[in-house]
């Protein structure tokens, strides 16, 4: 019996995606993976199918916006699960705002369905090959993605809640 | 309309399917989303779910306010089980600081969170009950919820959005009087309860109702994501506390009850059984509570009682740093989860150092395993989807965030 942990995951990514990974981190115990947009999909399906990896289960996805960081503005971040060997992985794909988009993970889990419509909808990230990739939180004549960092909470001229009092 | 939608109208008696618009205010769907359904006669040939009725940009909201301001956010997620939204937040937080928590906490926190598991699971069975036809169980059973709420109003003052408890343990110890309360209901709920489990779980016609109504397999309901009760229901014995004990689960003795159909009377069942577990899981941190302190040692983010705040300089220093957000937090990626009432609640957060989170995800159970909704329900009468969106136990302030 083969003991799944992080160092087996990073050993196994390595031998068989090694053009694919980008960087590999630890933040606090939860190994984290950067991958090429381009091998995704192949490493999503290679990772649910091995015989002893079993990664098959797709707990979360979600978009984040960096807009500081050049041709690397949005990611794409999926949170996957072992239920046989009880580890977790965490995959962040990054891609720029200019060309937003990535291979769809719905042929892959089912449940990524609603997941990126809701990061559509946030980030207006195009997801490829995907279904039914409409608005799903906000209203379909919504002409902008909320969670984007420029647009702001509250009302752009007020002076007392700048990103100074926030701490950055 | 496409062309297999004609060929089935053409069977149809009436010749055309109808439409139908079921929702958004819906009395039977217990919240506001839409489903469009094309019915053909009673059965229900496709659906479409429109959510979002409700949204609030919780995670907007959470990147302009302060961590201990997010706490009362995640009240309105799951709101039926508010407590448990609250110290997953809290547990999220003490994560990303490294705080050590005292087992009393711990404890503590258990306790909390099993009474608001038993609050949401009696909801949920007792609107399963009503959407059978039943409605005198749910009339019992909600006098027992307003005992639970009635603890909760002991330990944090308020009753359904809780905001109970702040990072790094409760604003007050457990007093006389929950304790109290906690050994009445202890006492008594089981009884009340058995009563309930006798007007349903045997009953014919309620077993007639539920039984292959909505079910999923439990590789479509590992497809669709599914956690907690739902999943189990279709055998995978999925449960958090004991996959990733957090707050101290590990040192607990429960079971976790799985089904075998994932149809509606096992996901019944299954709420049946965990409330059991739960009153167990109770009893043992009741018996065992340590004795110590009922906050962690952080000044940095504990706010200090307010009598010190007028009176030690240290304190409202403290203070003031925390409410103004002055405190260096680690920069940082965090995902914690807990087993919320209905699944695998979790919340990814990405800290940037600054005063508030760079980013906060939450993987909200519902709205997740909401989508397979119009499978489940696909071929079935409209009374049986009624049926199996109530077990299902989508509760819209989760869905919609």
Request: glycine share 6%; net charge negative.
């Amino acid at each position: 019996m083969i003991s799944v942990d992080n160092a087996y995951i990073v050993q196994y990514l390595k031998s068989h995606f090694e053009k694919e990974i980008l960087n590999i981190e630890e933040p606090y115990g939860f190994l984290t993976i950067e991958v090429k947009k381009e091998g995704l999909i192949a490493l999503l399906v290679a990772i649910k199918n091995d015989s002893v990896l079993q990664m098959n289960f797709l707990t979360d996805l979600c978009g984040v916006h960096y807009p500081e960081s050049p041709n690397r503005e949005l990611a794409v971040v999926y949170h996957l699960h072992s239920f046989i060997n009880n580890v977790r992985l965490r995959l962040k794909v990054f891609i720029p705002a200019a060309d937003p988009q990535i291979p769809s993970a719905t042929t892959v889990f089912d449940t990524a369905n609603w997941m990126e419509r809701e990061t559509f909808d946030f980030y207006g990230i195009l997801f490829l090959g995907h279904p039914n990739l409409k608005r799903i939180l906000n209203v379909d004549d919504m002409d902008y993605h909320p969670l984007l960092k420029q647009y702001r909470l509250e009302d752009g001229t007020r002076t007392d809640k700048v990103d100074s009092f926030f701490g950055r | 309309m496409s062309q297999s939608l004609e060929k089935i109208a053409k069977e149809s008696i009436s010749g055309e399917l109808t439409t139908l618009n079921l929702g958004p205010t819906h009395p039977a769907t217990h919240g506001i989303f839409q489903n469009v359904l094309q019915m053909d006669g009673e059965k229900i040939h496709s659906a479409e779910q429109t959510i979002g009725y409700i949204h609030r940009a919780f995670e907007k909201l959470a990147e302009r306010r302060p961590f201990n301001q997010i706490t009362p956010i995640t009240d309105r997620l799951n709101y039926c089980s508010s407590p448990i939204n609250n110290m997953g937040w809290h547990m999220t937080m003490e994560k990303l600081l490294r705080i050590e928590l005292p087992k009393r906490v711990e404890y503590m926190r258990v306790i909390i969170m099993e009474l608001a598991r038993i609050a949401d699971h009696l909801v949920c069975n007792a609107v399963i009950g009503v959407d059978t036809g039943a409605l005198t169980g749910f009339t019992y059973m909600f006098q027992e919820r307003e005992h639970i709420y009635d603890m909760f109003e002991e330990v944090c003052g308020a009753r359904l959005t809780t905001n109970i408890g702040r990072i790094g343990g409760f604003e007050r110890d457990f007093n006389p009087i929950f304790h109290q309360k906690l050994q009445k209901f202890l006492k008594e709920f089981p009884a009340r309860f058995q009563e309930f489990a006798d007007l349903l779980e045997r009953n014919r016609i309620f077993m007639d109702r539920t039984i292959k109504c909505g079910p999923i397999s439990a590789q479509r309901a590992l497809d669709y994501g599914f956690t907690g009760p739902n999943l189990r229901a279709a055998g995978v014995d999925y449960d958090v506390r004991v996959m990733n004990p957090y707050s101290s689960y590990q040192d607990f003795d429960f079971t976790i009850p799985v089904g075998t159909n994932g149809d509606t009377y096992d996901r019944f069942m299954v709420r049946q059984q965990e409330i059991l577990e739960s009153l167990k899981i109770i009893e043992q941190a009741c018996n065992n509570l340590p004795e110590g302190d009922y906050k962690a040692d952080v000044p940095e983010f504990y706010l200090p009682p307010k009598d010190k705040v007028y009176h030690n300089m240290e304190a409202l220093i403290y203070h003031f740093k925390i409410v103004m957000g002055e405190t260096n937090v680690p920069v940082g990626e965090v995902y914690h989860c807990v087993e919320g009432g209905n699944g695998e609640l979790g919340y990814y957060l990405i800290s940037d150092g600054g005063r508030t989170p760079y980013r906060l995800h939450f993987r909200r159970p519902c709205f997740i395993y909401y989508q397979a909704y119009p499978e489940m329900i696909k071929g079935s009468l409209l009374s049986d989807a009624i049926l199996t969106m109530s077990s299902m136990n989508v509760i819209a302030g989760e869905l919609d965030a």
